[in-house]
C-alpha cells in the first residue's frame, strides 16, 4: 500500500486545466456556436487541451487510489460517490435552467435527462444534457478496465499491458487513416477510450507511468512507455498540440521530482478541490448567461466574467455541501 503523502501540485493542475477548459468555451468556443462581438478582448484555443490534462491526471490518480483500497467492492463504491452526485446535481441544474432561460439551438427532452443519469449515454447513442460529458464516458470506460484487470490481479503487468495496448491503438489509428475500420464503434469506445475517432487511452498511461515512477523511482521503462504514448499522440495530431503534451510530462516530472511546490497556492488548490463540479455545471449553464447578456446589449467581457464567477459560486457549493458530504457519509458505511 502506497504511504507517500498527497501531491498538491497535482490538484493544483486540476484547478488550472478546469480554468482553460472554462476559458476556451466561453470564448472561442461561444464564438464558434453563437457568434462572439468584437469587443471580446481575447480568445483561448488552447484551454481545450486543459481535457487532455484531465486525462492524465486520471491515469496518475486511480492508481493512486488502486494502492489504498482492500476490494473491487471498495474501488467501485469509491468512483460511485466520487463522480455520481456532483454528476446529477449538476445534470439537473443545467437541465432546469437552460430549458428554463433557453438556448439557441439546444433542446433536450426529458426522456434523454432520464438516460443521462447513468452516464452511459453514448453507448445507446444518446445525445448529452451537456457537452462537456462527453469525457466522462471515456473517464467510465478507463474505470471498468483498471476494475477488470484489479480484480484479475494483472495490474502487476501494467507495462505489458501498456505496449500491447499502445500497439493495438497504432494499428486501429493507421485502420481508420485508410478508411477500414473493423472495430465496432462501443468496443472501441471502451477499448481505446475513443472521441468518434480520436484515441486517449494514451494519455491516460502516461499518468499511470508517472504515478509507477512516483512510488518507485526512476525507471527506463517507465520512461520509454511514456515516449511511446506521446508519439502515438503524434499519430493524430500535429507538433504544436504534441508540444503541449510534452509540456505536461515535464510538468508531472518536475512535480514528482518536488520542482513545482512553489505552485501551491490556496486559490489554485481551491479550484483543484472543486474542479469536477466546476467542470460539470460551467458550459451550457454559461452559455446561458452570456447569451442573455448579449440581449441586454452588456459587454461580453462581462458577461465571461459573471459566468466564470457564477460557475465557481455553484461548483463550490456543489462540492462543499453534496459531493463531499455525500462521500464521507459513504466512506463511513463501508
Known amino acids: 500500500m502506497n504511504t507517500k503523502k498527497r501531491l498538491l501540485e497535482i490538484d493544483v493542475l486540476r484547478g488550472v486545466a478546469a480554468i482553460g477548459v472554462i476559458l476556451?468555451?466561453?470564448t472561442t468556443r461561444y464564438n464558434q456556436k453563437y457568434g462572439h462581438s468584437d469587443d471580446v478582448l481575447m480568445y483561448l484555443p488552447q484551454g481545450f487541451y486543459?481535457?487532455?490534462?484531465f486525462f492524465i491526471i486520471s491515469g496518475f490518480v486511480i492508481f493512486t487510489s488502486l494502492d489504498k483500497i482492500k476490494s473491487g467492492s471498495e474501488f467501485v463504491i469509491g468512483r460511485f460517490s466520487r463522480l455520481y452526485p456532483a454528476y446529477w446535481t449538476c445534470l439537473i441544474l443545467t437541465y432546469t435552467i437552460v430549458n428554463i432561460a433557453g438556448l439557441p439551438n439546444y433542446t433536450i427532452?426529458?426522456?434523454v435527462a432520464i438516460i443521462n443519469l447513468s452516464m452511459f449515454q453514448v453507448f445507446f447513442n444518446v445525445p448529452n444534457v451537456d457537452g462537456v460529458y462527453w469525457t466522462l464516458e471515456i473517464e467510465l470506460?478507463?474505470?471498468i478496465i483498471m476494475f477488470?484487470?484489479?480484480q484479475t490481479k494483472l495490474l502487476k503487468y501494467i507495462y505489458q499491458i501498456s505496449i500491447i495496448w499502445l500497439i493495438l491503438m497504432v494499428l486501429t489509428i493507421i485502420l481508420e487513416k485508410q478508411g477500414n475500420i473493423i472495430i465496432e464503434s462501443r468496443i472501441g469506445i471502451l477499448l481505446f477510450l475513443k472521441s468518434q475517432k480520436i484515441i486517449f487511452a494514451n494519455l491516460f498511461l502516461i499518468g499511470i507511468m508517472f504515478y509507477k515512477k512516483y512510488q518507485k523511482g526512476l525507471s527506463i521503462k517507465e520512461y520509454f512507455i511514456i515516449t511511446a504514448?506521446?508519439?502515438v499522440y503524434k499519430l493524430q495530431h500535429y507538433w504544436s498540440e504534441t508540444l503541449l503534451i510534452i509540456f505536461f510530462a515535464v510538468l508531472f516530472h518536475l512535480?514528482?521530482?518536488n520542482k513545482m511546490s512553489f505552485i501551491i497556492q490556496k486559490?489554485?488548490?481551491f479550484m483543484g478541490n472543486i474542479s469536477y463540479s466546476l467542470y460539470l455545471i460551467h458550459q451550457n449553464v454559461g452559455y446561458v448567461i452570456i447569451n442573455h447578456f448579449y440581449k441586454f446589449g452588456i459587454n461580453p467581457n462581462i458577461s465571461i466574467c459573471v459566468a466564470l464567477i457564477i460557475s465557481i459560486l455553484l461548483a463550490a457549493i456543489i462540492t462543499f455541501k453534496i459531493e463531499k458530504p455525500i462521500m464521507r457519509f459513504i466512506k463511513k458505511m463501508i
Open 148 to 150: 477488470v484487470l484489479y
Open 255 to 257: 512535480i514528482i521530482d
Open 141 to 143: 470506460c478507463f474505470y
Open 50 to 53: 486543459g481535457v487532455e490534462l
Open 229 to 231: 504514448c506521446i508519439l
Open 267 to 269: 486559490p489554485l488548490l
Open 109 to 111: 427532452s426529458w426522456d
Open 24 to 26: 476556451f468555451h466561453y
